[in-house]
């Protein structure tokens, strides 16, 4: 069930019905450098979302700030207010643990632990509760199955993850998050780290995935955001007024097919197009 | 930037890339440094040779001199006749080693996660000078504090067994244990913050807490890097001479109670140093013989020790 | 859907747990740290008395209203500068060559590695040993003398110095010397002018910690007479001499109180110095550390 709306309220920002996400001017700052401003936007549910932009545009800093990992970095701090649903995301009664429970995270390059890959699924679920070995057996093929790695590693779940390829490994990775059942995964540039046919098995993956979970993802690669993605938001960096450090901003969100046939804004389609970058 | 041009007129013809002569001078120059470096870094060779040439000849005279049993109950080997029974060195390298690991291991660890997990950038700033700063303390400041604060204000006083002398195996254990610590706990701390950011990341977006994540992730990963760090320290403590020398004084007493006087094998070598053995004397020889063990067991540590640290640098570097 | 909560569910044994964690690692520092206060405390409390210029000025005697430590320190100074004069050269240099010109994957430049890793865990004792068969007797026969006694100590930080001095020049980005290269340079002037003096700080740190390990060291000279009495200052590499922590060790060892409290005293002022020259390792790592970041 696709939330379908081209809804704009009075900032223009597209609204959905019951949204996963809903940003309202969000800015994120590293102690003095501000890398990301004024961001407005609502990502729907149970659907791919892709960002996209140039280098240092903040579209990955605006991903971090989703699940709340730029709080393990030094000196980050989110201003403005995402919602989660209903609930503020940075309410101080909010916990990090929870939220990030709830909302999955798949990084740049694969980082599986060193572990095995039965013990890389069952992470999660056991720090999460005290399954019994059948039930993580179930969470474990059940996860595998999802990322569609079950073929390739049930016979040698007690290797170590690291034997597996890069896009193996990048599946585990996906597979480990879905074994806490979030609503929600984020992706950061999920395949940059992998070769064309691994990639390929991502994007097939990520649209079968979007039938139970949200998922936003960023990416360099605009072909990957046309195929996989319903809606795209084009980020660009600007200099800062204040300074001569470069921040980022939000130019456009809309549907995936109108930003690349007929986006509205000249810098979204020089992008697009391939003019800039 | 003369060298530009003198390289173009130097230039015979059809030998555009041969060496100016200004060129072939700072060749020249080159190569005699090279060479001065290649002898000091002979040097290093040399201390290694020497060590080994100077511990084998006495140990094997001696060895060839001792009739005595040599797993024997007494260490004498500066009484007459002398005797060469080692099991008093032994239990008593060990039994002090054992408690400075219990100070060195938890504490040292403990320091290692805070720094690595736990601590801020700012607080970092603060403790890990102040760890160097524990390790800058003199072995014989710590040994002053063990053998005039520790023995008698906690051993005689509150330690059960035995009666007390004024020196301990468990107060000079207890120092070396702090003179250990920060050996653990900086290469640990080395280790765990070489484990990759992502790794944490991967941790905390499952829903893990910071104690999940530093015990469950890093320590793990870390693992091979916290066993150097331990292999160390032990190598460090095994050859401490000083704080055993003075807090545990220097009376081979066979015993496992912490609270007797003990002699390790270091402390051995100091207390027999001291007396200014003539060459060729059986306590020389005893000397080497004992720091040829002394050599051997910390070598081996050492070597796995780093061995260790090398193939886990390799992983994440 | 219905109101998401995003208020935490942890457990509360998975809370306790993580505050307990906490709890504990946070204890330790905070122990690790007074109990250095309190040896320090300790140190004061027991020589505040003490403390004049008489400590400094007076030489080692039987007596204890006027023993002090000037020969101790003379000699720890004759002691640990020739040492350092002998070691931070050879041992920057062969930092150089083996990052430098040595080759990398060469089997002879690894086992030269694994042979400065192991003596820089060699204990401070072994040194002594070497220094008594070769040194103060044996070919050389310097007897037990300021010169012996430096030799051994500079054997004893030369590899802390080869390794520090080696990570310092490893820090320095390849790129710079890259770049001097492809203007010409030798690859001994790229690094001469280009990577030495960005690694310069480096190597200061590093040096300085060397030396003041030295400075504290005790074990390996009591195998070379440094643990006697003696009441002059050194004039020479040939003079006898003893060392700041070994006359700490002698006035401990004595029978009499009185004579404790002079060995704390004596600890103060090795521990000022020691802490002093850390205080300026540290100082120059952090401003190296500051620079290179920016």
Redesign the interface.
């Known amino acids: 069930m696709t939330a379908t709306s081209t809804e704009r309220n009075a900032q223009g920002v597209m609204e959905f019905i019951d949204p996963v996400f809903t940003l309202s001017d969000v800015a994120v700052s590293y102690s003095d450098f501000l890398a990301v401003s004024n961001v407005n936007l609502q990502i729907p549910s149970m659907d791919v979302t892709a960002f996209i932009g140039p280098s240092g545009c903040g579209k990955s800093t605006i991903l971090r700030s989703l699940n709340r990992t730029n709080d393990l970095i030094p000196g980050a701090k989110v201003h403005g207010k995402i919602s989660y649903h209903e609930a503020d995301l940075y309410d101080p009664k909010a916990s990090a643990v929870e939220v990030r429970r709830r909302i999955g995270m798949v990084f740049q390059k694969p980082n599986p632990f060193p572990k095995s890959i039965y013990e890389n699924i069952a992470f999660g679920p056991k720090v999460n509760g005290r399954p019994s070995k059948s039930e993580l057996d179930v969470i474990v093929e059940k996860s595998l199955r999802s990322a569609a790695l079950w073929d390739e590693v049930k016979d040698r779940l007690n290797d170590s993850a690291l034997s597996l390829s890069g896009g193996q490994q990048q599946r585990l990775c996906i597979a480990r998050s879905l074994a806490v059942d979030p609503e929600v995964i984020l992706m950061d540039e999920p395949c940059s780290a992998l070769d064309p046919i691994a990639t390929a098995r991502i994007e097939d993956l990520m649209i079968e995935l979007k039938r139970d979970y949200t998922i936003v993802i960023v990416t360099h690669n605009m072909q990957q955001a046309a195929r996989v993605s319903s809606y795209t938001a084009f980020f660009v960096t600007e200099v800062n007024p204040l300074g001569d450090r470069r921040t980022g901003k939000l130019v456009e969100f809309d549907s995936t097919s109108k930003m690349f046939s007929n986006p509205t804004d000249p810098r979204t389609e020089a992008y697009v197009t391939g003019k800039m970058g | 930037m003369s060298d530009l041009s003198k390289a173009g007129t130097s230039t015979a013809e059809g030998a555009w890339l041969a060496p100016s002569a200004h060129l072939r001078r700072r060749n020249f120059f080159q190569s005699i440094a090279v060479n001065v470096m290649r002898i000091g870094t002979l040097v290093t060779a040399l201390i290694t040779t020497g060590i080994i040439f100077s511990l084998i000849p006495p140990t094997i005279e001696l060895l060839g001199e001792i009739t005595t049993q040599v797993f024997g109950t007494t260490w004498a080997p500066l009484f007459l006749p002398p005797e060469f029974g080692i099991l008093p060195l032994i239990t008593g390298t060990f039994v002090i080693v054992i408690i400075a690991m219990f100070i060195a291991i938890p504490f040292g660890l403990a320091a290692a996660l805070f720094l690595s997990d736990y601590a801020s950038f700012n607080v970092r700033r603060v403790v890990k000078p102040i760890l160097e700063i524990l390790a800058g303390i003199p072995t014989v400041v710590l040994g002053l504090f063990g053998l005039y604060v520790i023995n008698p204000g906690l051993v005689e006083k509150y330690w059960p067994i035995g009666e007390s002398v004024g020196y301990s195996a468990i107060g000079a254990g207890l120092m070396t244990g702090v003179l250990t610590l920060p050996i653990v706990a900086s290469v640990a701390d080395d280790a765990l913050s070489a484990v990759p950011r992502a790794m944490r990341e991967a941790g905390f977006a499952l829903g893990a807490t910071r104690r999940e994540v530093a015990t469950k992730i890093v320590f793990n990963a870390g693992i091979s890097g916290v066993v150097a760090a331990v292999i160390l320290a032990f190598a460090r403590a095994f050859g401490e001479t000083t704080v055993a020398l003075m807090v545990a004084g220097s009376y081979p007493k066979l015993s496992l109670n912490p609270g007797d006087p003990m002699q390790t094998m270091a402390s051995f070598i100091g207390f027999a140093g001291i007396g200014d053995q003539p060459t060729d004397s059986t306590g020389y020889k005893t000397i080497f013989l004992v720091g040829s063990i002394l050599f051997l067991v910390t070598l081996v540590f050492n070597l796995l020790g780093n061995r260790i640290i090398s193939r886990f640098r390799e992983v994440y570097e | ?1 219905s ?8 457990s509360t044994k ?1 809370r306790v ?2 505050g307990v ?2 709890v ?3 204890f ?2 905070i ?3 007074a ?2 206060l309190f ?1 320090l405390y ?2 004061w409390k ?1 020589s505040k008395f003490l403390l004049s210029k008489e400590i400094v000025t007076n030489f080692p005697s039987n007596d204890p209203n006027d023993a002090g430590f000037q020969s101790a320190i003379f000699g720890s100074i004759w002691v640990v500068g020739v040492a350092a004069l002998v070691a931070l ?3 920057t ?2 930092a ?3 990052e430098e ?2 080759g990398k994957r060469n089997k002879l430049t690894s086992v ?1 590695e ?17 220094g ?3 040194i103060a ?2 070919p050389l026969g310097w007897g037990f003398t300021v010169g012996s006694a430096a030799m051994v100590l500079a ?1 004893m930080i ?2 802390v110095v ?1 390794i520090v001095a080696r990570e310092a020049i490893r820090a320095v980005p390849p790129s710079h010397k890259d770049g001097a290269l492809a203007l ?1 340079a ?4 790229a690094v ?1 002018r280009i990577v030495l003096p960005s690694a310069v700080p480096g190597i200061a740190t590093g040096s300085i ?1 060397a030396v ?2 030295a ?5 390996p000279l ?2 070379l ?1 440094a ?1 006697s009495f003696v009441t002059f200052n050194p004039t020479g590499l040939d003079s006898q001499f003893t060392i700041l ?2 006359s ?2 002698k006035y ?2 004595d029978s009499r109180e009185e004579f ?1 409290y002079i ?2 005293a004596g ?1 103060l002022i ?2 000022v110095i ?2 002093t ?2 205080f300026i390792a ?1 100082f120059l790592r ?1 401003r190296a550390n500051r620079k290179s970041r920016v």
Do not use: C
């Open positions: 859907m109101q998401v909560s995003l208020e935490s569910k942890l998975r747990i993580d964690f906490r504990f690692l946070t330790s520092i122990a690790t740290l109990f250095i040896v300790t140190l027991d050269p050879i041992g240099l062969t150089v060559y083996l010109f040595a030269i694994t042979n400065i890793q192991n003596l820089a865990g060699v204990p401070a004792v072994v040194f002594g040993m070497i008594l068969a070769f007797r044996g054997m030369l590899p080869i010409g030798t690859q001994w002037q001469y910690l003041s390990r400075m504290g060291e005790s074990a009591l195998l007479g643990l922590p070994l700490i060790f401990a060892s404790h060995a704390s600890s090795l521990v020691l802490f020259l850390n540290i952090d």
